[in-house]
T-cell receptor, first 117, second 115 residues
Framework: AQKITQTQPGMFVQEKEAVTLDCTYD???????LFWYKQPSSGEMIFLIY??????QNATEGRYSLNFQKARKSANLVISASQLGDSAMYFCAMRERGYSSASKIIFGSGTRLSIRP | EAGVVQSPRYKIIEKKQPVAFWCNPI?????LYWYRQNLGQGPELLIR????????DSQLPKDRFSAERLKGVDSTLKIQPAELGDSAVYLC?????????????FGSGTRLTVV
């Protein structure tokens, strides 16, 4: 069965520092996708970055990058030069069966990131 | 283009009362999902629709929860009667062939408080 594990319930980081949020996953499907979402206190789920299991390079989106280590089944999110507005909950998520609109996403338990000025 | 629209944004009700949430997905998205997110946890799937058919409702507490998606577009999630433990954020998401956000777009959610 598919599973997402986030072992850091909360993190505090100084503004402008880089931060790594950990995520490990478990699946027997060779075709899957990994997501990171940001959820501010307002509640909406904001898509940050996506990594496909067959992608050769690590995904990057602006200040966000995904450190994808397939053999270790880890997909850590790296935020460079953190900003106060990065304070939020961050969820790692996975979808099996490749790119299929009919696949459901499962989520980890989240990491609450707090940026100190 | 409008995203996934949910209403109401917030709802406070007394226990044993009924409540309903509404979701309008992105135009053309055939798949619609309802997730429940308890405080401090990740969202969990309640039900998934393919057009108007519920194809995965294994996690939906059917004794008090019901959902429908008429004409394969808008969807309504209902709880009757509500219990204190139903307090949560209810998120709607849709997906389709346009691959926006790599397949998933979430609404802003409905925050339900049962008192």
């Amino acid at each position: 069965a598919q599973k997402i594990t986030q072992t850091q319930p909360g993190m505090f980081v100084q503004e402008k520092e880089a931060v790594t949020l950990d995520c490990t996953y478990d699946t027997s499907d060779p075709s899957y996708g990994l997501f990171w979402y940001k959820q501010p206190s307002s509640g909406e789920m904001i898509f940050l970055i996506y990594q496909g299991s067959y992608d050769q390079q690590n995904a990057t989106e602006g200040r966000y990058s995904l450190n994808f280590q397939k053999a270790r089944k880890s997909a850590n999110l790296v935020i460079s030069a953190s900003q106060l507005g990065d304070s939020a909950m961050y969820f790692c998520a996975m979808r099996e069966r490749g790119y299929s609109s009919a696949s459901k996403i499962i989520f980890g338990s989240g990491t609450r990131l707090s940026i100190r000025p | 283009e409008a995203g996934v629209v949910q209403s109401p944004r917030y709802k406070i009700i007394e226990k044993k009362q009924p409540v309903a949430f509404w979701c309008n997905p992105i135009s053309g998205h055939n798949t619609l999902y309802w997730y429940r997110q308890n405080l401090g946890q990740g969202p969990e799937l309640l039900i998934r629709y393919e057009n108007e058919e519920a194809v995965d409702d294994s996690q939906l507490p059917k004794d008090r929860f019901s959902a429908e998606r008429l004409k394969g577009v808008d969807s309504t999630l209902k709880i009757q009667p509500a219990e204190l433990g139903d307090s949560a954020v209810y998120l709607c998401a849709s997906s389709g062939r346009d691959r926006a956000n790599y397949g998933y777009t979430f609404g802003s959610g409905t925050r339900l408080t049962v008192v």
